[in-house]
C-alpha cells in the first residue's frame, strides 16, 4: 500500500488548474470559441498522431519485413524463421488475440490513471517490444514477441477516441479522427519507404534487413513515448496552456451531456440501453467488416504489390503512393462530412468502392489498374475508421465508449483477416494471387459491407 502511494501521483493526471467563473464566459463567442478550438488542435492532434503512427508502424512491419530483401531469400525473414504454410497468418493472428482480451481493460484502466500516462506507457511497450523481436530466433520466439506487442498495444485506439471526447464536440470529432484515422496512411507510407532504406542494411552489423527494420522502427517509439508522458494534454482543466477563461469556455462548451475529468463510474442503465439498441449492434458489425477488410490490407499489402511484379526496394516503394493517395482521400472526406454534418453516406460511398476494388484485384490482369485499385482500396478504408469513431461520445455512451468500441469489434477482424491467405484460401482471397475463374468468391469478403451499408442511408449520420 506504501509503495502505491507513492507512484499513485506519477500515473494519475495532472492537477487541475484555476478555471473562470462560468457566469464570465460568453458560449456564443465564436470567434473565441475557434482560438480555443486552434489552440486545442494545435497542442492535442499532434500527439495523437505521432503515437498512433507509430503504434501502427510497429504493428504492420511484420508485412514489410515479409517482402524485405525478398530478392535475397536467404536473408528474408520467412526463411531465417521457417515462416511457411500458414505459419506467417498464425504469426499475424496471435497479435490479437491478447488485443481482443485487454482491449476493454485497458481502456478503463485509462480513466482510472490518465491519459497521458495511459498512452505514453503503450507507446513505450510497443517500441520495446519491436525493439526485442529483432532478437528472435525462430517461429515460437516471434509468436512470444508478437503476443506481448498485442498485449502492449490493446486500448490504444479506443483510448484515443474517448480522450477527444473531453475536448470536442460530435459535430467536430470527424475532422479529427480523420486527422488521427490519416496516421495509418502515413504509417503504411513511411513504412514502405523506410523499409526500402533499411534494406541496404541487410548485412551490417551481422543483422539481417527486417532485424534492423525491428530495431529502427521501435526506438522512436521509446523515445517519444517518454516524452509524452509529460507532455500530452490530459483534460481541458488541467491544459497549461489555456487561460482560466479558455478553460472554462473549453469545458462548458460541450454541453452537460459531455464526459467530464474525474468521471469514472459505471451506470448500469446506460450498459443496458446500449446492448440493446439495435443501432449499437449494427454498427458493430458494419464496423467488423470495415475493420476486417483494413487489417487484411495493412498486413498483406507489400506482397500484393510484390505480387504486381515489383521485388526488392523498388516493391516498398510501390506501397508508398497508395497511402499518400489515401492521406488525401481521409482528411478530405471527414472534412466534408463534418461540414456537411452527414455520416451515413459518406460510410455507404466508402464501403462501395472498397467492395469494387477488390472486384478489379480479382477479375482485372492488368497490373496498372489492379494497381489503381490498391489505392482505391486504401483511401476507403482509411476514411471510413475516421466516420465510424466519431459516433457514441455523448453522455448517453460515453462513459461505455469503450464497451462499444471492444463489442464493435476494433481488434476481433484481426484473428480473421490475418488468415485470408491460409490453405486453399490463398488462391481465393488473397488479391495478390487470385482465381480468376472465380472472382465473386473474393468480392464476398467485401460485399456484406455493401448490403448493410444500404440501411445506414435510413440512420443519422
Known sequence: MGLWTQIAPYLSAQPALEMADVDKVDLNDREFEKRVIRKQDMYLLPWMCITYLLCYLNRISLGNARTLNDNRPEDNILKQLELSGSRYSIVIAVFFVPYVIFEFPGTLLMRHFSPSKWIARIVISVGLVAMSTSAVSNFSTLLLARFFSGAAEAGF?????MHLCFWYKPEERATRMAIFASSVALA???????????????????????????ILEGTPGVLVGLAAWFLLPDYPQTASWLTPEERTFAVQRLGPCAPTMGDTTWDRETVKKTLIDPVFWLYSIQYFLMTNALNAFGYFAPSIVANLGFSGSAGQLMTVPPNLFALLVVVGACIHSDRTQERSKHIVCALVFVATGYLV????????????????????????????????????????????????????????????????LDDILFPGRVDFDDPVRVVSFGQPQRIQAKYLCSLRG
Open 361 to 424: 484485384l480479382a477479375s482485372v490482369k492488368n497490373w496498372a489498374v489492379r494497381y489503381a485499385a490498391v489505392c482505391i482500396i486504401a483511401s476507403s478504408n482509411g476514411y471510413c475508421q475516421g466516420l465510424y469513431g466519431n459516433r457514441g461520445c455523448d453522455r448517453r455512451y460515453g462513459r461505455h465508449f469503450q464497451l462499444r468500441r471492444h463489442l464493435g469489434a476494433i481488434s476481433v477482424p484481426g484473428l480473421v483477416s490475418s488468415n485470408v491467405q491460409h490453405g486453399k
Open 188 to 214: 503504411c507510407a513511411f513504412g514502405g519507404l523506410i523499409a526500402s532504406g533499411i534494406s541496404f542494411l541487410n548485412g551490417f552489423g551481422s543483422l539481417s534487413g527486417w532485424q534492423w527494420l525491428f
Open 157 to 161: 485506439s479506443s483510448a484515443v477516441m
